[in-house]
């Protein structure tokens, strides 16, 4: 069982930055994928970042390459989220999850634990 508890979130204005944090539950934080997933009003969940076990393997969307940075402490059983440049389409509730395999990293149907989420609004 793993619990994760984001933190973080709020409000900031266009090409402002964030960083979001996720603490992990538990003594098997290294054994898990950890992905950072996202969803607007009106819609669906969206993969936002994924992390390897070790850290040495990173993936993001499309829409934030290049301006987000997922990073993981496990020693701190915590994972990052570092956002730039933010945008008003980034406003959303962002959710941390956990996945054992990392087979399908981008799914949300491949994470067995979520977080509660944490908002986060862009003011234009």
Do not use: H
């Amino acid at each position: 069982q793993v619990q994760l508890v984001e933190s973080g979130g709020g409000l900031v204005q266009a090409g402002g930055s964030l960083r979001l944090s996720c603490a992990a539950s538990g003594r098997t934080f290294r054994s898990y994928y950890m992905g950072w997933f996202r969803q607007a009003p009106g819609k669906e969940r969206e993969f936002v970042a994924a992390i390897s076990w070790s850290g040495g393997s990173t993936y993001y969307a499309d829409s934030v390459k290049g301006r987000f940075t997922i990073s993981r402490d496990n020693a701190k059983n915590t994972v990052y989220l570092q956002m730039g440049s933010l945008k008003p389409e980034d406003t959303a509730i962002y959710y941390c999850a956990a996945d054992r395999s990392g087979r399908t990293y981008y799914s949300e149907y491949e994470y067995e634990y979520w977080g509660q989420g944490t908002q986060v609004t862009v003011s234009s």
